[in-house]
């Protein structure tokens, strides 16, 4: 279930939207995390697609697409991480084009969507 979306080309992105009751849902249905910490992890998978753009969902780890229960758990014992490849990813993004910076629509925006 996608807890969020995010606007991205090929360069990354400037706006992600979570939405607040698939995530008030998922934490309903079990007991292995709390709302905040399914939230956070949240926000930076989404965080990851508007710096490393298309094409950045993994078969594994933080940047899934989809958690599963194996994604709940790794979170649970703090090891849903970005992997090492995805950090380089990000850090050389960063570094090479400063986009976060000088995007022509204005810094990167996050919005959290709740029916209520």
Not at 10 to 38: C, K, N
């Amino acid at each position: 279930m996608a807890l969020g979306f995010s606007h991205v080309t090929s360069d990354g992105g400037t706006y992600a939207t979570l939405l607040m009751d698939l995530i008030e849902e998922l934490a309903d249905h079990q007991e292995l995390v709390s709302r905040g910490q399914i939230l956070g992890h949240a926000v930076a998978h989404e965080i990851g697609h508007l710096i490393m753009g298309l094409n950045s969902h993994s078969s594994h780890g933080l940047m899934r697409s989809g958690w599963k229960a194996k994604e709940l758990h790794d979170m649970a014992e703090r090891h849903l991480l970005f992997s090492k490849q995805e950090g380089e990813r990000m850090r050389i993004r960063i570094r090479s084009t400063d986009e976060l910076e000088t995007c022509a629509y204005g810094p990167p925006a996050l919005s959290v969507a709740s029916p209520r």
